[in-house]
């Protein structure tokens, strides 16, 4: 069966850096846009980032443009979310989700197929 697993998440303060990855099997990997999302305590399940099948493509939300980059390498099946300058609202489950649709992604979430258990991230002030 499919299976998304993050990892890397964890308690750092404002400022730093986190690197999430997000392991797939059970898919073939290349033929989806991969994407996070985030959900903070209260709060519903946002958008954050996807990368197109090929990497050629991606799209921020504009609360961590210029911060985050996203990153896939096919060959391994793993996505990546490279999170610098970390503020206190980037506190929240960070998730893993593939779409097996074609680029131009969705941001909603109901598009994605699969999804990951999520990884917590925690920004201290």
């Known amino acids: 069966q499919v299976q998304l697993v993050e990892s890397g998440g964890g308690l750092v303060q404002a400022g730093d850096s986190l690197r999430l990855s997000c392991a797939a099997s059970?898919?073939?990997?290349?033929?989806?846009?991969m994407g996070w999302f985030r959900q903070a305590p209260g709060n519903e399940r946002e958008f954050v980032v996807a990368i197109s099948r090929s990497g050629g493509n991606t799209e921020y939300a504009s609360s961590v443009k210029g911060r985050f980059t996203i990153s896939r390498i096919n060959a391994n099946t793993t996505v990546y979310l490279q999170m610098n300058s970390l503020k206190p609202e980037d506190t929240a489950i960070y998730y893993c989700?593939?779409?097996?649709?074609?680029?131009?992604?969705?941001?909603?979430?109901?598009?994605?197929?699969?999804w990951g258990q999520g990884t917590q991230v925690t920004v201290s002030s």
């Open positions: 989700a593939a779409d097996g649709k074609p680029w131009p992604v969705s941001r909603d979430q109901t598009s994605y197929d699969f």
């Open positions: 059970g898919l073939t990997f290349s033929y989806y846009t």
